[in-house]
């Protein structure tokens, strides 16, 4: 069975950090892409990232560029996504998601498989 598990949210301040971390287990983790989308209250699903499955590509939405990094450890099948200088604007329930896919990656999420659940991040000011 194909499980996603994303953990590491919370609470924190405009301008800190946090690492979100998508355990998975149930598939072959280096044929799979990953990505993470977030979904704000009253908003729809938006991709934030993505990372293929040979750790050779990533994709970074406009406004996260600059801000968070995706990253992936093959020995973990653990995919990250380390956040910094957070604003309140980042606030959202932040999903990863996997798909057999070789050497690229999208943050379309109607490309994805398989979800794992939520993890709320927010983001005072």
């Known amino acids: 069975e194909v499980q996603l598990q994303a953990s590491g949210g919370g609470l924190v301040q405009s301008g800190g950090s946090l690492r979100l971390s998508c355990a998975t287990s149930g598939f072959t983790f280096d044929n799979y892409a990953i990505g993470w989308f977030r979904q704000a209250p009253g908003k729809g699903r938006e991709g934030v990232s993505c990372i293929d499955n040979s750790d050779s590509t990533t994709e970074y939405s406009e406004s996260v560029k600059g801000r968070f990094a995706i990253s992936r450890d093959s020995a973990k099948n653990t995919v990250y996504l380390q956040m910094n200088n957070l604003k309140p604007e980042d606030t959202a329930v932040y999903y990863c998601?996997?798909?057999?896919?070789?050497?690229?990656?999208?943050?379309?999420?109607?490309?994805?498989?398989?979800w794992g659940q939520g993890t709320q991040v927010t983001v005072s000011s």
């Open positions: 998601a996997a798909v057999h896919l070789y050497y690229y990656c999208s943050l379309r999420a109607g490309l994805y498989d398989h």
